[in-house]
């Protein structure tokens, strides 16, 4: 199985201020058909997951613009421009190219 | 608006199966693949398997193969995961995902979760 790790485990962060987390898949994520199958999801609390980045770069429908995915190959960020307190919950990361996979998740708390 | 409706929450003695149902409304059911993703209490997202509601097909997570089944009616718009053999570390809330419009590994809509707990 691919793993997939996430750093940092938890953050907390003022709102208006930018937050950042790495995903770091123990294979390449590149596809042969052009595509890497990486993408970001948010649970908030005592929701179920929903769907903010998807292959890697693409905000799902509705996601504000704040948040943002970026990388390649092995290593991917997901970062938000500035938090609101809207953004608190645990942030996964999952990639699709072989099976499925999730990290361990990100938990995000306001200061 | 698009959205799947699990079923209610289910207590299992180990060693027992459980059914989990997740009805889909809002758009063509056989057009689009139903996930399974599991979650125990504070713990990450563990994924099971998917199934084609259209032809029936389905691929299963290496850990739960010979455990689960997947299965659909679709004159009911309505998936099922079957675990058996449970024992106290499937104790977790079961999602259903469906395939999303824009990428087929992204997941959206999600149901709202099934809580099984096993426990003698």
């Known amino acids: 199985d691919i793993v997939m790790t996430q750093t940092p485990l938890s953050l907390s962060v003022t709102p208006g201020q930018p937050a950042s987390i790495s995903c770091k898949s123990s294979q390449s994520l590149l596809h042969s058909d052009g595509k890497t199958y990486l993408y970001w999801y948010l649970q908030k609390p005592g929701q179920s997951p929903q769907l903010l980045i998807y292959?890697?770069?693409s905000r799902f429908s509705g996601v504000p613009d704040r948040f943002s995915g970026s990388g390649s190959g092995t290593d991917f960020t997901l970062k938000i421009s500035r938090v609101e307190a809207e953004d608190v919950g645990v942030y996964y990361c999952m990639q699709g190219k072989h099976s499925i996979t999730f990290g361990q998740g990100t938990r995000l708390e306001i200061k | 608006q698009v959205q799947l409706v699990q079923s209610g929450a289910e207590v299992k003695k180990p060693g027992a199966s459980v059914m989990v149902s997740c009805k889909a409304s809002g758009y063509t059911f056989t057009s689009y693949d139903i996930n399974w993703v599991r979650q125990a209490t504070g713990q990450g997202l563990e994924w099971m398997g998917w199934?084609?509601?259209?032809?029936?097909?389905?691929g299963y997570a290496q850990k739960f193969q010979g455990r689960v089944t997947m299965t659909r009616n679709t004159s009911i718009s309505t998936a099922y995961m079957e675990l058996s053999s449970l024992r106290s570390e499937d104790t977790a809330v079961y999602y259903c995902a469906r395939e999303s419009t824009v990428t087929t590994q992204g997941f959206d809509p999600w149901g709202q979760g099934t809580l099984v707990t096993v426990s003698s």
């Open positions: 292959e890697v770069s």
């Open positions: 199934m084609n509601p259209n032809s029936g097909n389905t």
